[in-house]
């Protein structure tokens, strides 16, 4: 699986983006994805996980009710998209595809794209 995550850039505070990870190879239906994110200085951190079906979805407490993760498996990309953003929200963004294992932990995924930075201006 090879993942491709693009959308972010330059937002002032209290705006919003977008995020895409498009996907290629086969069976993308059948894996629940991840974002992750990485400030300068910090280990990588869970943002949001959704399983393969699109029912279940999983957020870190710091972005619940702002940020919402959703899947087309049609054109295999996972999203997220990110309201009323913070400057602690800046960080290189990453996705990735669960393996096995708690879903907060960076072990417990095997692929990863190449990431895509999100600056938030106060």
């Known amino acids: 699986v090879q993942l491709q995550a693009s959308g972010g850039g330059l937002v002032q505070a209290g705006g919003s983006l977008r995020l895409s990870c498009a996907a290629s190879g086969r069976t993308f239906s059948s894996y629940t994805l991840g974002w992750f994110r990485q400030a300068p200085g910090k280990e990588r951190e869970f943002v949001a996980v959704?399983?393969?079906?699109?029912?279940?979805?999983y957020y870190a407490d710091s972005v619940k009710g702002r940020f919402t993760i959703s899947r087309d498996n049609a054109k295999n990309t996972v999203y997220l998209q990110m309201n009323s953003l913070k400057p602690e929200d800046t960080a290189i963004y990453y996705c990735?595809?669960?393996?096995?294992?708690?879903?907060?932990?960076?072990?417990?995924?095997?692929?990863w794209g190449q990431g895509t930075q999100v600056t938030v201006s106060s």
């Open positions: 990735a595809t669960h393996s096995g294992g708690n879903y907060y932990y960076t072990s417990a995924y095997d692929f």
């Open positions: 959704i399983r393969w079906s699109g029912a279940i979805a």
